[in-house]
């Protein structure tokens, strides 16, 4: 989180790119079949590909209209991931995530070691253990339950669990705390500033915030 919140001033110039994944359970493993990319600080829209996997029935992939098109495998993955210059040093990714799973199911999809970098173990930031923290127990942090507390009327809440709609969401729940956490006082600002986001609003995650 230190050096996500000192990148201005980061000599590397790292870019920050919000990361999500949608999967689906073939066995007893996942399988990513849509990955998104969004840059945190423009949000621009840097990737949003749908992917090759063992499609059955139940897989929501059919929801996105994508059971059949416009796939593409790990090998094109790459070279776009190339023209976009998104590598392990010039990178770094942010899920909404408790753990790994977004880059350990995407290592999967390379089938093995000759994945590219900015897939590496435990690389990626989990902002979600900074609002845990900062939060009691029983507050609701899943990604859409959040980003509709904060942002009740933006649309993006609708089409929760589209990868591309998820990123945008966290880039911009990560983007509304970054002032507190950047002076180093999230829990008590964070919690602050989540209260003036629900005042007056209809709620019920409002009778969560002690
Ligand atoms: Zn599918």
Redesign the pocket.
């Known amino acids: 989180m230190a050096e996500f919140l000192r990148r201005d001033s980061d000599i590397a110039r790292r870019w920050w790119l919000s990361m999500d994944t949608e999967t ?1 359970k073939v066995g007893d493993r996942y399988q990513a ?1 849509q990955i998104s990319l969004v840059d945190q600080d423009t949000g621009e829209e840097v990737m949003n590909e749908f992917l090759t ?1 063992d ?2 029935g139940d ?1 929501s ?2 929801r996105a209209g994508r ?1 059949m098109t416009g796939r593409i495998g790990p090998q094109e993955l790459i070279e776009k991931l190339e023209a976009k210059g998104i590598t392990g040093e010039s990178t770094r990714f942010i899920a909404w995530a408790t753990g790994d799973h977004d880059c350990a199911v995407m290592r999967d999809f390379f089938g093995g070691a000759n994945f590219p970098s900015c897939f590496e173990k435990d690389r990626l930031l989990l902002p979600y253990h900074e609002f845990r923290r900062n939060l009691p127990k029983s507050f609701p942090l899943r990604l859409g339950e959040v980003f509709e507390m904060l942002f009740p009327d933006d649309p993006l809440y609708y089409q929760w669990h589209d990868a591309l709609a998820d990123a945008q969401m966290q880039r911009k729940i990560i983007q509304a705390f970054e002032p507190a956490q950047k002076a180093g006082q999230a829990g008590r600002e964070g919690r602050a500033r989540l209260r003036v986001l629900i005042q007056g609003r209809e709620s019920t995650i409002g009778r969560h915030l002690v």
Do not use: I, L, T
Request: one cysteine or more; hydrophobic letters at 35%; proline letters at 0%.
């Open positions: 689906v079949w996997h499609c059955k897989c992939c059919a059971r």
